[in-house]
């Protein structure tokens, strides 16, 4: 009896940690600033805090929900639940479109994470030391014009992330994040309290927090539904296919809320660490992607032991940025090894080449091809973000979620969840009626179809 309990817990908590691995990346300390940064403050965080709630939260449950029934990739595990609930095949559809979200996500995901890795040598020599706000952006920029140096780090980070997929290894990096998070976790603190003695730390969290309801428009709207799902790895099937790992005795509602829990976190104090310095250097806080790669330096350029302690921040930060890439790579992988005769290793191979290539012309649009525009005014970079992150994510998302409310059988989804009568009430108007509706005007609005 013992012993199952035992068992119970560390499955749970290796699941939970796998789960916290790919939610927990860039997204959260990369993308999350620079989008608070182009969206107006605290009026992208309160809503982006809404759209995790009402909408991310029961998506995030309702992908587990299905994955554990279907117990396979996200196209069969679609395809077969709703067989089973005597629905369409068609339902599969939803799998396919968001293994090709993956794959276009990491084309990009690829870039900044060589950015990352390149910034752990960068600042481990002491090239920051002493440098203002000005010289890191200089900096920033030259490395961005160069597109070798780019595709170097491309090449490097992706072939990191085949070499795990391929070799199967990723249970390492999940005990590996057992120790890396929490690590990350206590530099982003230190960094914190850099901010709060040397950096402006009242202006960042009245940028952050003070409820401005003048700056939401429809598109910090889209902006923060786009990011809650990139962020929980939710609208392409990832958090599906884990939910086939999980195990009856696990709570789904209570799990999503540590998972949930954590992520948020994670990006708050990201946010509250990045910030204090952009204020007190006098950084716009609208500077794009490059955010932390220009205001962070500065700390660690300024503190004594600060190559030491940015060096192992950039680790950590490639170290999440890697979990993170493994669980993009790993569906596209895991469905052209089911569909053809290729072996894994063969399948990642060619999967991840592709990947890499259409990379290429990402990092081909901060330099060569800077003026290149594809839909409204942006480049590839920015372009392959937009369709994914505000497109295909909510997209999938809102059919999933639909799929749960509508098209299960609620009795069993109520036995799923272990809810009372009641609980399973609350569940509902949040399933069926909340996140879908919400989900369709934020969608509607932001593609301008609807209002404006
Ligand atoms: N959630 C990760 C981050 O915040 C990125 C990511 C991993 C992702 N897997 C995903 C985003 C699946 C969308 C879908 O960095």
């Known amino acids: 009896m013992q012993e199952m309990a035992r068992e119970q817990w560390q499955s749970r908590l290796g699941f939970v940690l796998a789960a916290v691995g790919s939610a927990v990346g860039l997204g959260n300390v990369w993308k999350f600033?620079?989008?608070?940064?182009?969206?107006?403050?605290?009026?992208?965080?309160?809503?982006?805090?809404?759209?995790?709630?009402?909408?991310?939260?029961p998506i995030l449950v309702a992908e587990w929900l299905i994955g554990r029934r279907g117990q396979k990739n996200p196209v069969n595990t679609m395809t077969e639940v709703a067989l089973k609930e005597g629905q369409s095949a068609s339902w599969g559809v939803v799998g396919a479109m968001g293994v090709?979200?993956?794959?276009?996500?990491?084309?990009?995901?690829?870039?900044?994470?060589?950015?990352?890795?390149?910034?752990?040598?960068?600042?481990?020599?002491?090239?920051?030391?002493?440098?203002?706000?000005a010289a890191t952006g200089a900096i920033f920029d030259t490395f961005l014009a160069d597109f070798n140096g780019l595709l170097l780090w491309h090449s490097l980070f992706m072939l990191a992330t085949m070499a795990i997929v391929a070799l199967g290894v990723s249970?390492?990096?999940?005990?590996?994040?057992?120790?890396?998070?929490?690590?990350?976790?206590v530099i982003l603190v230190f960094i914190v309290g850099y901010g709060a003695v040397y950096g402006d730390f009242a202006q960042?969290?009245?940028?952050?927090?003070?409820?401005?309801?003048?700056?939401?428009n429809a598109d910090v709207v889209l902006a923060a539904l786009g990011h809650a799902f990139f962020t929980l790895s939710?609208?392409?099937?990832?958090?599906?296919?884990?939910?086939?790992?999980?195990?009856?005795?696990?709570?789904?509602?209570?799990?999503?809320?540590?998972?949930?829990?954590?992520?948020?976190?994670?990006?708050?104090?990201?946010?509250?660490?990045?910030?204090?310095?952009v204020f007190g250097n006098q950084l716009t806080p609208s500077a794009g992607p490059g955010l932390i790669f220009i205001s962070l330096p500065?700390?660690?350029?300024?503190?004594?032991?600060?190559?030491?302690?940015?060096?192992?921040?950039?680790?950590?930060?490639?170290?999440?940025?890697l979990t993170s890439a493994i669980s993009l790579l790993e569906p596209v992988v895991e469905l052209l090894e089911e569909r053809t005769r290729l072996k894994r290793i063969q399948a990642?191979?060619?999967?991840?080449?592709?990947?890499?290539?259409?990379?290429?012309?990402?990092?081909?649009?901060?330099?060569?091809?800077?003026?290149?525009?594809?839909?409204?005014?942006?480049?590839?970079?920015d372009t392959l973000?937009?369709?994914?992150?505000?497109?295909?994510?909510?997209?999938?998302?809102?059919?999933?979620?639909?799929?749960?409310?509508?098209?299960?059988?609620?009795?069993?989804?109520?036995?799923?969840?272990e809810l009372s009568v009641s609980g399973f009430k609350l569940w509902q108007i949040l399933a069926r009626f909340i996140a879908p509706v919400a989900l369709l005007i934020v969608f509607l609005h932001g593609v301008g179809l609807f209002g404006s």
Request: aromatic letters at 14%.
């Open 33 to 57: 600033p620079y989008m608070i940064g182009q969206n107006g403050g605290s009026a992208f965080v309160l809503v982006y805090l809404l759209c995790i709630l009402l909408i991310g939260f």
């Open 100 to 133: 090709l979200a993956a794959f276009l996500i990491l084309s990009f995901y690829s870039i900044i994470g060589g950015w990352a890795l390149k910034y752990i040598g960068s600042t481990a020599t002491g090239a920051f030391t002493g440098l203002d706000g």
């Open 171 to 185: 249970w390492g990096l999940e005990l590996a994040s057992k120790w890396l998070m929490p690590a990350l976790f």
């Open 204 to 216: 960042a969290a009245r940028y952050m927090f003070t409820p401005n309801w003048s700056l939401i």
């Open 234 to 277: 939710l609208g392409m099937g990832i958090m599906l296919a884990y939910g086939s790992f999980l195990g009856r005795e696990v709570n789904l509602l209570k799990t999503a809320g540590i998972v949930l829990g954590l992520d948020t976190f994670i990006a708050i104090l990201a946010g509250l660490a990045i910030f204090p310095i």
């Open 298 to 321: 500065i700390a660690f350029g300024a503190l004594p032991a600060g190559a030491l302690i940015g060096g192992l921040f950039f680790v950590l930060l490639s170290f999440a940025a």
């Open 348 to 381: 990642t191979v060619i999967a991840g080449l592709v990947i890499w290539g259409v990379g290429i012309a990402s990092i081909l649009s901060f330099n060569h091809w800077s003026d290149i525009k594809l839909i409204k005014g942006m480049g590839v970079f």
């Open 385 to 417: 973000d937009y369709l994914t992150s505000k497109f295909m994510l909510p997209l999938t998302g809102l059919a999933i979620i639909i799929f749960t409310g509508w098209f299960m059988r609620q009795e069993a989804v109520r036995e799923d969840l």
